[in-house]
C-alpha cells in the first residue's frame, strides 16, 4: 500500500474519533498532521496555511469543523475526504458533502441519499481502536464503583431523541434490576428535578466515561445496553458497538437492520426489538452467566480480527485510490 501525507482535521477531546482514526493511519504507515479546530482562534485560515506548507496528498474530515467554502477552497490544492460519522442528515451538511472527493457514511441505508449529492459516496462503518482502551488493573474499588446489572453509556439530555432513552432506562430500574448510567449530568431544569431526585437520577455512575474507566464500565457491567437512535436504517451501528464490544462487553441493543453482517445476534451480542423483550432478555441473561461470557468472548473476537480501525482505514485508503 502506499504511504500518504494526510491532514487530518477533527476535534481531539478524550473522546473523539479523531485520535482513533489517527492512530489507526499510523499503524498503516501513513503520515498524519493533526488539526483540532477547537485548537486555534481562526481554523478556516490556519487550515489554508496548513495545507500550503504542508501540501497533503488529501485532507480528511468528518463534520462542519471548517466553513464548507473554505472546504470548497481547498479542494484546489489537495483531495478532501470525508468520514460523517451520524445516522441523521442536517441543514448544514450537503455543502459538505458536495465538496468533498470522495464521501463515506457510516450508515449503508443512506447511501443512496449521499450518491444523489455526490456520485462518489460510500459506506464505510466505524470501528475499535484498542489501543485506548487498555485496563491497566481492575480494583476493589473498581468493582465496586463499575459493576451492574445493567450498564448504559450516553446522553440522556432534553433533545426529543434522548426523551425515550430515559423512559426505557426507568424501565429497567422498575423491573428490578440495577442499573448505572454514564455520560453528561441530566440538566438541571425545573422539569428534570424527579428524575434528578428519583430513581434513574440515583443511578447516574458521576462522570462521562471514556478509554479505560470505559473498558471498565463494559467489562464489569454484566450487560452493557444500548439504544441505538435509526435502528431502522440499515447498517447504522456507532462506533459505541465496536467499542464496547471490543473491551469484551456482552452488548444488547436495540435490532438495528442488516446488523448480523456484522456482529451476529444469539452468537456474537443480542438483539431486541421491543421494550418487553429488552427485559425479558436481561431477565434470562441475568441468571446464565456461562452464555453471557461466551457471547460476549465471541464478539470481542469478532471485533479484533475484522473490525478495528487499522482495517477500516485500510478500507478508505483502498476506495480512495480506486475512485481517484
Same mark, same amino acid.
Not at 449529492?117 to 482502551?133: K, R, V, Y
Not at 428490578?176 to 440515583?202: A, E, H, I, N, Q
Not at 464478539?299 to 485500510?314: A, D, L, N, P, V
Given at each position: 500500500?502506499?504511504?500518504?501525507?494526510?491532514?487530518?482535521?477533527?476535534?481531539?477531546?478524550?473522546?473523539?474519533?479523531?485520535?482513533?482514526?489517527?492512530?489507526?493511519?499510523?499503524?498503516?504507515?501513513?503520515?498524519?498532521?493533526?488539526?483540532?479546530?477547537? +485548537?486555534?482562534?481562526?481554523?478556516? *485560515? #490556519?487550515?489554508?496555511? /496548513?495545507?500550503?506548507?504542508?501540501?497533503?496528498? &488529501?485532507? @480528511?474530515?468528518?463534520?462542519?469543523?471548517?466553513?464548507?467554502?473554505?472546504?470548497?477552497?481547498?479542494?484546489?490544492?489537495?483531495?478532501?475526504?470525508?468520514?460523517?460519522?451520524?445516522?441523521?442528515?442536517?441543514?448544514?451538511?450537503?455543502?459538505?458533502?458536495?465538496?468533498?472527493?470522495?464521501?463515506?457514511?457510516?450508515?449503508?441505508?443512506?447511501?443512496?441519499?449521499?450518491?444523489?449529492?455526490?456520485?462518489?459516496?460510500?459506506?464505510?462503518?466505524?470501528?475499535?481502536?484498542?489501543?485506548?482502551?487498555?485496563?491497566?488493573?481492575?480494583?476493589?474499588?473498581?468493582?465496586?464503583?463499575?459493576?451492574?446489572?445493567?450498564?448504559?453509556?450516553?446522553?440522556?439530555? +432534553?433533545?426529543?431523541?434522548?426523551? *425515550? #432513552?430515559?423512559?426505557? /432506562?426507568?424501565?429497567?430500574?422498575?423491573?428490578? &434490576?440495577? @442499573?448505572?448510567?454514564?455520560?453528561?449530568?441530566?440538566?438541571?431544569?425545573?422539569?428534570?428535578?424527579?428524575?434528578?431526585?428519583?430513581?434513574?437520577?440515583?443511578?447516574?455512575?458521576?462522570?462521562?466515561?471514556?478509554?479505560?474507566?470505559?473498558?471498565?464500565?463494559?467489562?464489569?457491567?454484566?450487560?452493557?445496553?444500548?439504544?441505538?437512535?435509526?435502528?431502522?436504517?440499515?447498517?447504522?451501528?456507532?462506533?459505541?458497538?465496536?467499542?464496547?464490544?471490543?473491551?469484551?462487553?456482552?452488548?444488547?441493543?436495540?435490532?438495528?437492520?442488516?446488523?448480523?453482517?456484522?456482529?451476529?445476534?444469539?452468537?456474537?451480542?443480542?438483539?431486541?426489538?421491543?421494550?418487553?423483550?429488552?427485559?425479558?432478555?436481561?431477565?434470562?441473561?441475568?441468571?446464565?452467566?456461562?452464555?453471557?461470557?461466551?457471547?460476549?468472548?465471541?464478539?470481542?473476537?469478532?471485533?479484533?480480527?475484522?473490525?478495528?480501525?487499522?482495517?477500516?482505514?485500510?478500507?478508505?485508503?483502498?476506495?480512495?485510490?480506486?475512485?481517484?
Amino acid at each position: 500500500m502506499k504511504q500518504y501525507k494526510i491532514l487530518l482535521v477533527t476535534f481531539f477531546s478524550t473522546w473523539d474519533n479523531g485520535w482513533y482514526y489517527k492512530a489507526a493511519l499510523e499503524k498503516n504507515g501513513h503520515t498524519v498532521i493533526p488539526f483540532d479546530p477547537y +485548537s486555534v482562534r481562526d481554523p478556516d *485560515s #490556519r487550515a489554508r496555511q /496548513l495545507v500550503r506548507e504542508t501540501k497533503p496528498d &488529501f485532507l @480528511l474530515y468528518a463534520k462542519n469543523e471548517l466553513s464548507a467554502e473554505t472546504f470548497r477552497d481547498l479542494r484546489q490544492f489537495t483531495k478532501l475526504i470525508m468520514w460523517y460519522p451520524d445516522p441523521v442528515i442536517p441543514e448544514w451538511l450537503p455543502p459538505f458533502v458536495e465538496a468533498a472527493d470522495v464521501f463515506f457514511t457510516m450508515t449503508e441505508g443512506l447511501v443512496e441519499e449521499f450518491k444523489k449529492i455526490n456520485a462518489n459516496s460510500f459506506w464505510l462503518t466505524q470501528g475499535f481502536e484498542p489501543s485506548f482502551f487498555e485496563i491497566r488493573e481492575i480494583t476493589e474499588r473498581d468493582r465496586r464503583r463499575f459493576s451492574a446489572d445493567v450498564a448504559f453509556v450516553g446522553n440522556l439530555g +432534553s433533545k426529543p431523541h434522548y426523551l *425515550s #432513552r430515559r423512559a426505557i /432506562l426507568q424501565s429497567v430500574i422498575d423491573s428490578g &434490576f440495577k @442499573l448505572k448510567w454514564w455520560g453528561p449530568r441530566m440538566p438541571r431544569k425545573f422539569s428534570t428535578l424527579p428524575l434528578l431526585f428519583g430513581k434513574l437520577g440515583r443511578a447516574y455512575g458521576g462522570e462521562f466515561v471514556s478509554r479505560e474507566t470505559y473498558a471498565k464500565v463494559a467489562r464489569l457491567s454484566k450487560i452493557f445496553l444500548a439504544l441505538e437512535a435509526m435502528p431502522h436504517l440499515r447498517k447504522s451501528m456507532s462506533s459505541r458497538m465496536y467499542t464496547a464490544v471490543g473491551c469484551g462487553a456482552f452488548y444488547m441493543c436495540r435490532h438495528v437492520d442488516g446488523i448480523e453482517d456484522i456482529l451476529e445476534p444469539g452468537r456474537e451480542i443480542v438483539s431486541f426489538q421491543t421494550q418487553e423483550e429488552m427485559i425479558d432478555m436481561i431477565r434470562y441473561y441475568l441468571k446464565n452467566d456461562e452464555e453471557r461470557t461466551r457471547i460476549a468472548e465471541a464478539g470481542r473476537q469478532r471485533i479484533f480480527s475484522e473490525h478495528t480501525y487499522e482495517m477500516r482505514m485500510r478500507s478508505l485508503i483502498k476506495i480512495i485510490e480506486d475512485v481517484m
